[in-house]
């Protein structure tokens, strides 16, 4: 007989290249687009959708509802929220977050509900998103402010200057 220390750190696939690992959590009716890793101590919640290639690092929580386009990254411990007055016990109040394609949420970062994370848009690590991130942009703090644009962050990381 196995406990469940036993099972730790073990790949399920998902179909279409994707995978999880165990322990996380992806809720009743989640959408996993093809080639996605949801990483360990992950939750993915009811009717989530992830697009193609979306990679949802360990301990990240990703609320029922939201949406996540393709190419999206959701760095560890972040937090994407669906409840604006927990616990409201109403679905029909909650707000999803939407990422859109290709944008980055940093390690530790946390996305209020309803709140639209542009295209190619980055919150930084440890950032609280409170409003609209439009696209291409770089956003951190509490609360999030604008900090520099994509192009300048791709500039920075590939000269490891950030």
Not at 108 to 125: D, N, S
């Amino acid at each position: 007989m196995s406990d469940d220390s036993e099972l730790a750190g073990i790949r399920h696939d998902l179909g279409n290249g994707s995978v999880a690992w165990r322990p996380c959590h992806v809720g009743k009716d989640a959408v996993i687009g093809a080639d996605c890793s949801v990483g360990a101590l992950a939750h993915v919640g009811s009717e989530a959708v992830l697009g193609d290639r979306v990679r949802v690092q360990g301990g990240a929580y990703v609320a029922s509802i939201c949406l996540l386009e393709d190419d999206v990254f959701i760095g560890p411990n972040a937090t994407l929220l669906n409840d604006r007055h927990p616990p409201s016990r109403d679905r029909g109040k909650w707000l999803p977050v939407t990422v859109r394609a290709g944008a980055v949420i940093g390690g530790g970062a946390t996305v209020l509900p309803g709140v639209t994370v542009g295209e190619r848009a980055v919150v930084a690590a440890g950032a609280v998103a409170t409003k609209d991130i439009p696209k291409e942009e770089v956003w951190g703090g509490i609360p999030a402010r604008f900090i520099m644009s994509r192009d300048d962050y791709e500039a920075n990381r590939t000269e490891g200057d950030l």
